[in-house]
């Protein structure tokens, strides 16, 4: 099969969703699909490439910053991601896309089957969900939802990696089919230095972008409420990532007197991330909002224990009190004392974090997420050739009769 997966974040561009397009793409390839992404172009970054087994096509945007985009950016990828399409498809016309994001991909995607009648299925991953981050994205979901609604009414399926956005999307979109697809994870890759563990002091990591959505504030002011507390137990904390919060997280650090106790590692690449997780005790990401995080089951897989919040209590990642405890967001005293109870007790990290790998072994693997997929685009596209031939079936033929 014919697979055209279109993103406007793929590495080294964006977070967690650019990531899950590269192991999807690798392993649709893998089973024999002949699998093309496009993406958004970046300065030193080649416009054509072949990676582990499938094309890469970068179009020119407008981006200013590897770790995010604006709308108005994310306009020109729709321009231009469109223009790439429809010139790609004249010689090499998939039998599927895979929209990663409604907006502003899936915009591609429905311009693609009105053109070339090219089926697709919409991926949703977050800030594209209607009602995720309501309080910030609000205004931005409001005014694309005409956009949303026309690209969700002829997707061919959508998906979502978690049940939190199935219940958003069903709020805003009632009465729709959403199968959930998790993101998977390369057990190999984060394959545990289990001898590195358990050293004072304890290290707490946490990744992502530095962003409000991610919660950082509360994680800095739960470790500054154990330090007034006389907190024998030595901890440091290894904040992992950037975004536009990092200034305000590095004043907030001097300000709660954490200078020795809290260190900026800044972006890592992908490839270094395995030592990351290898180097630390305990996993904390105590976001405001989430779909499926990639970083909690990186950690899962590197067999940490996991504090996260309770948004993410429907996908059984984290079971709490199992393999890591979920905590309400924002609430800095709970935080505070799940962070303080694994510092206390070796047995318990080690305990939990086997736990964790067990889970992510058993049901988080790239290889299964990339069959469902499959499944979907098999559906997809014969539900779509079905349609088409009721469609042509009943075009009249004019008559050879002569006129009476």
């Excluded at 089926?119 to 939802?145: E, I, Q, W």
């Amino acid at each position: 099969m014919k697979i055209l997966i279109i993103n406007y974040e793929f590495p080294p561009l964006g977070g967690g969703a650019g990531n899950a397009t590269a192991h999807l793409a690798k392993e649709l390839a893998q089973q024999g699909n002949e699998v093309v992404v496009l993406t958004s172009g970046f300065r030193g970054l080649p416009r054509k490439e072949h990676f582990n087994g499938f094309d890469i096509h970068r179009v020119p945007v407008i981006r200013l910053r590897k770790d995010r985009c604006s709308p108005w950016e994310m306009l020109t990828f729709i321009l231009s991601a469109s223009i790439t399409t429809l010139r790609i498809c004249l010689t090499r016309r998939p039998d599927v896309s895979i929209a990663f994001f409604g907006i502003p991909s899936g915009v591609v995607s429905y311009l693609l089957k009105i053109f070339y009648k090219v089926p697709y299925c919409v991926s949703l991953r977050g800030g594209d969900v209607p009602g995720f981050l309501s309080n910030k994205l609000g205004m931005y979901h409001r005014l694309t939802a005409p956009i949303t609604r026309l690209v969700w009414k002829n997707a061919g399926q959508i998906v979502a990696n978690s049940n939190r956005l199935k219940t958003l999307a069903n709020h805003f979109y009632p009465n729709i089919e959403i199968p959930i697809i998790p993101n998977g994870v390369d057990t190999d890759r984060y394959e545990p230095d289990v001898s590195n563990k358990n050293k004072d002091p304890i290290r707490i990591l946490t990744a992502g972008r530095l962003s409000e959505q991610k919660g950082i504030v509360f994680l800095l002011k739960a470790l500054s409420s154990l330090n007034k507390d006389g907190f024998l137990k030595e901890f440091v904390l290894n904040i992992v990532g950037d975004g536009p919060l990092r200034q305000h997280l590095e004043q907030m650090v001097c300000n709660l007197s954490l200078r020795n106790h809290v260190t900026f590692s800044g972006w890592i690449a992908k490839e270094d991330m395995p030592k990351m997780y290898q180097s630390a005790d305990i996993f904390v990401l105590p976001s405001l909002d989430e779909g499926m995080p990639n970083a909690v089951l990186e950690a899962m897989a590197s067999k940490l224990p996991v504090i996260t919040t309770n948004i993410l209590k429907d996908d059984a990642l984290i079971i709490d009190g199992h393999n890591g405890f979920l905590v309400p967001s924002k609430n800095v005293s709970i935080l505070s004392e799940k962070i303080s109870l694994l510092l206390k007790d070796t047995k318990l990290r080690t305990e939990m974090g086997q736990r964790s790998f067990q889970i992510v072994r058993s049901k988080y693997k790239w290889k299964d997420v990339s069959n469902e997929y499959y499944k979907h685009l098999i559906s997809i596209r014969k539900n779509y050739e079905k349609e088409w031939s009721t469609k042509t079936k009943y075009i009249s033929v004019p008559s050879n009769r002569s006129n009476l």
